[in-house]
Structures are given as structure tokens and as C-alpha cells.
């Protein structure tokens, strides 16, 4: 239990640094995503692997 606690803990602290490097690549190119996250749903999985949203809500 505490290596998935562990490993889902790397994962989001990857994500959110890759979410922060995107968002700064965006800003670069004059595009602000205020809604840009880490997607809480893909967190809930037995083997979660988190996914960045571009944009919150909203879906058809």
C-alpha cells in the first residue's frame, strides 16, 4: 500500500511539473489556458496515471 501511495505521489508531482513547463510553452506563444489541470478522474484508477486537461468542464 505505501509503494502505490508512493508511486501515485511521483506521478502527480510529474505531472504538475510537466503541466507547468506546458503552461509556461503556452504563455511563450501568447496562449493563457486558465483551466489547464490534472484531470482528478484519471487519478481515481487502480493504476493511476494522470492526464493533463486543457480545459475544465464542459464536455459534449
Do not use: F, H, Q, W
Not at 36 to 53: G, K, N, V
Request: hydrophobic share 40%.
Amino acid at each position: 500500500m505505501a509503494e502505490s501511495k508512493a508511486y501515485l505521489t511521483l506521478c502527480v508531482e510529474e505531472a504538475e511539473e510537466t503541466m507547468k513547463e506546458l503552461r509556461a510553452a503556452l504563455a511563450r506563444a501568447g496562449i493563457i489556458l486558465p483551466s489547464l489541470r490534472i484531470d482528478p478522474t484519471s487519478l481515481t484508477r487502480e493504476a493511476p496515471c494522470p492526464l493533463i486537461e486543457l480545459e475544465g468542464g464542459g464536455r459534449a
